[in-house]
């Protein structure tokens, strides 16, 4: 059961809602106009400069997990080594580490502390979890709060503002997307589906703090829905910091069992 729940808060990430139906990706309205040429492209740029560019990314947080009627209150170490690696840890009641992960471009390693399991999958090995179209790379930013610059490569993609906000749709290789983004440039809100598929993923951003210059939200959730799982999780950050140097250890007792 851990490794399941570590591998969906890791696809997951970020402010509880409870509705467990499926949010439509929408275009653009009239009212709010839908912006072209070089105004797409000058957002789009401002947009991707707003991302943090970091090295490397340690955080802690406080977080629920809620699957099915399961609910499980759990402290969850972040570290991110960019473009490279994202290892978790996972440490429930009395501090007792009940499972680590290691996820890289093209593996996921989990280790199942408390069943003294070891599994390592190839990285499309998180489909049976999300959609076929999330990459390294798209993941690395949905934990990091950024705009994936990789879905914003397509040529179906528009930018509308509005008052306090600028939207953002797309579709990307079979996936639909949507970002909502404040003033600041940075996204409170992002959906992900796959285009006439059953799975949807939607991700919440708040409470936006500078920690050494990176606007980082403390508060993330994440719902994810698809046709044999429905996850809710939410983070509460109580420490991050940013470039600084951190380990990764994922050590394989010989006792654990492989499971294939």
Known sequence: MWSRVVLLVVVSVVAFTSCKTKRKVTMPTHDTPAETGNALATNIKTFEMSNLDFYTFSGRAKTKIEMGKNIQDVTLNVRIERDKAIWLSVTAILGVEVA???????????LNKLQGEYIAKPFHYIYNYTNRGVTFAILQDLLMANVSSNLLRTNDVQVASATDEFIVVGIKEELSYQYRINKENRPFNFVLQEVGGGHNLEAFYGDYVKTNGYNFPEDMALNIVGEEVSLK??????????NEHIEMPFSVPSRYKVIN
């Open 100 to 110: 680590r992960i290691l996820i890289t471009p093209d593996s996921v390693k989990i």
């Open 233 to 242: 999780a939410r983070l509460g950050y109580n420490r991050v910091s940013f």
